[in-house]
């Protein structure tokens, strides 16, 4: 690694910080587009349970999936706390958009990355391989999501 | 060559108003062969003069070589020095081809001659080098110039300016003008090597250099032609503090000796004369001359400049042997061809044309009253919405109401219109599909030795432009089949007491949301009974199967299957029909055959206008909406109970007329719950793709709506069963059936179902 990247590197990230059945997680604040209100999704067949369906997100039709049923959690029923969280990641054709059900989002933090420890084998909770790493954010553990891998192995799953 | 991004994209504007001029030449020589009008030549004549130019000005220098015969016969067919011949006409078609594979080797980064090109150009010059035919039959002005009594070929060229005596405004050194890139052909009589002192004034327009001129360049070119004094006034320039660099405040006095007629000088200014004021002078010389001296700049030309070669023109100058007539005189504009040149209509400028062209290759020319309709339409809705918000601050519940509801309805009409003006830009009239069609039957039937006449009608029905460029390898499959397969030869015609011309013809219509293309041919027909041996010799269909005419018809478009008794280079190669209907189907459409022995057949293509609009209509299973293309649907019905059959356990039938229909239940595909499970409780929507057709058992049929759809893979992807999604007008999605894929994927399943059974 080059000295300039490491020094670039070393400059603070931010993540959007938001709750999944409890456990604080961080989503990398460049991958966000949005954030918008729970809203009924048209049900897509022949997809797995976790994508909940598609929405029409000012013209374009965005898949929803649940974070919750992704990681195999207790499903919880929807409430006025649910959002979705509109992410960007790289597709097989440009960018893709996705929304990801979460229980409740936080706020945004900062983090430098000499914070972010390599992901430890978590029994039971979210997959290892969507784990970017984990930081300790106000005293309280933040599980960091490497959305693109996430959302390419949700799509491509399928 | 470092070519910057600005320059790529004025090049790439020089390609595409290539192609539309090679287009034009090559409808312009066809339309030549069935009587010819001076205006046809005329056409063919400014399109191959533009090309040349510009492939000249981006330093194409084999395509303005070889352009240049093509120019010097066509000119001479344009003034009556030689005749119209088939082979001329022949040739001249086979240089437009090479003079699109020049252009596109040139587009592909790779300039070059391809040996085609060779040899047609021998062809052209053996063409030149015949005497030549006056055209005293053909209609348009014969003998009565002089240039028309001129020999054809004239002495060689003597004018050859001293190099030395070449005064030019410093520069680079001169890039190969035009003209100077074609050296051989033969010149017509001109004044040559007589000298002649030109004075031109030169007062451009401020914006000269935005529409990407460099007087300095033209005046190099000048430099070419002869000895030039530039004599550079200054009044108007600014001051210093004023000045905008991107402003020409120059004018010129250019003086120039040699051996020059005014077209070329106007070839020269070509494209800068429509925003600039010039003016030719032919001057004495033996009046004193003018004092340029005071601020003259002359200075030594940096380079050789090319040796002038006089461009071949009608100049009369035979009867005024060695004069050049001074310039009031010179005669009607049909002897001075170039003359159109001068009074060139400002979009002969590529320049101006530059910052709008679109490098991305699947951009799109948009006539420019479907961008007015939307321009208008936009003021509309903006007035519209400005009226409800005034209406939105003062609301008075009783009295607004009416002015409320009246809004509203503006805003929905306006809404929709400019929905179907935006969408409008997308289509284009079927004539550049059809367009391909004169030339092709003209070299098929050629070859072929048949006699055919092409008839071409509802050029003008527009359609999407996705579906146009897909549709145009099915339609000349099926155009080369009627040829080959359909239309007999003269003999077998005259035998069978018809006309020896067969007829083949081309028809597009709209009819209801789609557009229908129809090929027809007035031959011999199908062949039930050969196309039924046939099928059965290759083992597509069993011997005793049963087999309704339109089934026998459909045989055709298996893959393998041709009746053609001998395999031409035309068609019979038993590919084409079936990818013919496979590319239909892709495009949601279907296509038909009708054909009765002896009098020919017709296949008609049925398209939806657009790939993004669809006509749709909305079902309803359980609690999901699903939209489905009308275009497949034959009928929908509510089965009776009797027509119900269950076969060995696993497939259910329905009996729609004489057919068993799979019936296909898409709450089970799609795992949804339906109102009922019931199939006599439900409704029947029997859809048909590629020939197979399925009964869909659905809870309920909804509105019938035109829908727009949308892409679901951009976002997520592929999805078995469904062709994307549409909005509803509450804003909520609505996924679209893909009816050909829902049959092959039932299908499959019936039959591995069935294959486990067993």
């Known amino acids: ?158 | 060559m470092t070519i910057d991004l600005e320059m790529a994209e004025i090049i790439n504007v020089f390609f595409q108003e290539s192609d539309e001029g090679l287009d034009a030449m090559e409808a312009g020589l066809l339309s030549l062969e069935d009587g010819s009008d001076c205006e046809a030549i005329n056409t063919i004549f400014r399109a191959a003069h533009s090309i040349k130019g510009g492939a000249g000005t981006f330093g194409f220098g084999e395509i303005s070589k070889f352009t240049h015969a093509v120019e010097t016969l066509l000119d001479q067919m344009r003034n009556g020095t030689r005749g119209v011949s088939a082979d001329a006409v022949q040739v001249l078609l086979q240089a437009v081809d090479a003079m699109r594979e020049m252009v596109a080797l040139a587009r592909d980064g790779t300039p070059g001659r391809p040996a085609t090109a060779d040899a047609v150009g021998e062809r052209l010059t053996a063409i030149l080098e015949e005497p030549a035919n006056p055209a005293s039959s053909r209609g348009w002005p014969p003998a009565e110039t002089p240039a028309a009594a001129a020999p054809p070929d004239p002495p060689a060229l003597a004018a050859s300016p001293d190099p030395a005596a070449i005064a030019v405004v410093p520069g680079p050194p001169a890039r190969k003008p035009a003209v100077a890139a074609t050296p051989e052909p033969p010149a017509e009589p001109t004044a040559a090597g007589e000298q002649t002192h030109w004075r031109i004034r030169f007062l451009p327009h401020v914006s000269l250099f935005e529409t990407c001129n460099d007087p300095l360049r033209m005046f190099t070119q000048l430099a070419s032609l002869g000895r030039l004094q530039a004599q550079a006034f200054t009044q108007g320039v600014p001051a210093l503090s004023e000045i905008d660099a991107t402003q020409c405040h120059l004018s010129w006095t250019l003086d120039l000796h040699g051996a020059v007629t005014r077209e070329e000088l106007a070839e020269i200014f070509d494209w800068v004369d429509s925003n600039s004021s010039i003016t030719y002078e032919q001057v004495d010389d033996s009046a004193p001359p003018a004092d340029v001296a005071s601020c003259a700049v002359e200075l030594p030309v940096a380079a050789p400049v090319a040796p002038p070669v006089i461009e071949p023109c009608a100049a009369p100058a035979v009867g005024t042997a060695g004069h050049l007539p001074e310039l009031p005189s010179v005669p009607a504009p049909d002897v001075v061809p170039a003359r159109s040149a001068l009074t060139a209509p400002p979009d002969a400028s590529p320049a101006s044309a530059a910052p709008k062209a679109n490098v991305d290759a699947s951009s799109i020319r948009v006539g420019t009253e479907k961008v007015d309709a939307l321009i208008n339409l936009v003021g509309e809705l903006v007035i519209t919405q400005s009226m409800l918000g005034r209406f939105a601050e003062g609301v008075d519940a009783g009295k607004d109401l009416e002015l409320l509801r009246r809004g509203l309805a503006h805003l929905a009409r306006n809404t929709r219109e400019l929905q179907e003006s935006v969408l409008k830009i997308r289509m284009l009239p079927i004539s550049f599909s059809f367009n391909r069609f004169p030339r092709l039957v003209r070299e098929l039937s050629r070859k072929l030795e048949k006699k055919v006449e092409l008839r071409l009608r509802g050029e003008s029905t527009e359609l999407d432009k996705i579906v146009l460029e897909k549709i145009g390898d099915p339609l000349v499959h099926l155009v080369r089949n009627s040829l080959d397969h359909g239309l007999e030869t003269p003999a077998a015609r005259i035998a069978a007491g018809k006309s020896e011309i067969g007829v083949l013809e081309l028809n597009a219509y709209h009819q209801g949301g789609s557009i229908v293309i129809e090929v027809k041919d007035d031959g011999a027909g199908l062949d039930r009974a050969k196309i039924l041996a046939k099928a059965r010799e290759r083992g597509l269909i069993a011997d005793d199967a049963p087999l309704s005419e339109e089934q026998i018809y459909n045989l055709i478009f298996l893959p393998g299957f041709s009746t053609a008794e001998a395999v031409s280079d035309v068609s019979g190669r038993g590919v084409g029909m079936d990818v013919v209907r496979r590319n239909i189907t892709d495009l949601g459409g279907h296509v038909q055959i009708s054909s009765e022995r002896g009098r020919g057949s017709t296949i008609r293509i049925r398209l939806p206008l657009t790939l993004a609009i669809l006509e749709g209509q909305m079902l309803r299973v359980g609690p999901e909406t699903y939209v489905i293309s009308l275009v497949s649907i034959i009928e929908t019905v509510q089965p009776q109970p009797d027509h119900l059959h269950t076969v060995t356990g696993h497939a259910e039938l329905f009996k729609h007329r004489d057919e068993y229909l799979p019936i296909l239940r898409l709450h089970e595909i799609f795992h949804i719950e339906p109102d009922s499970r019931d199939i006599a409780n439900g409704l029947l929507v029997v859809a048909e793709s590629d020939g197979q057709r399925v009964a869909i058992l659905v809870d309920e049929l909804q509105a019938q709506q035109q829908v727009v759809i949308k892409s679901l893979d951009r976002n997520f992807k592929q999805v078995p069963g469904l062709a994307g999604a549409t909005i509803h007008g509450d804003g909520t999605v609505a996924l679209i059936l893909d009816v050909p894929s829902l049959i092959s994927r039932f299908s499959a399943r019936t039959t591995a179902s069935v294959g486990r059974a067993a």
Not at chain 1, 85 to 91: A, W
Not at chain 1, 108 to 130: E, K, N, Q
């Open chain 1, 1 to 158: 690694m080059s000295k300039v990247k490491a020094a670039a590197e070393e400059a603070k990230k931010q993540y959007v910080s938001f709750m999944l059945a409890g456990e604080q997680h961080g989503v990398d604040v460049v991958r966000v587009q949005e954030i918008k209100g729970w809203d009924l999704v048209t049900r897509v067949p022949s997809t797995p349970t976790y994508v909940l369906g598609v929405i029409n997100l000012r013209g374009a039709i965005v898949p929803v999936i649940d974070l919750r049923i992704r990681f195999r959690l207790e499903r919880a029923p929807y409430g006025s706390t649910t959002v979705v969280v509109v992410v960007r990641v790289p597709g097989e054709r440009g960018e893709r958009t996705v929304g990801l059900v979460v229980d409740a989002v936080n706020s945004v933090h900062d983090i430098a990355p000499s914070a972010i420890r390599p992901p430890p084998a978590l029994p039971g909770t979210v997959d290892h391989a969507f784990i970017e790493g984990i930081a300790v954010v106000g005293g309280k553990l933040m599980l960091l999501l490497d959305v693109q891998a996430l959302v390419t192995a949700s799509i491509e799953e399928g």
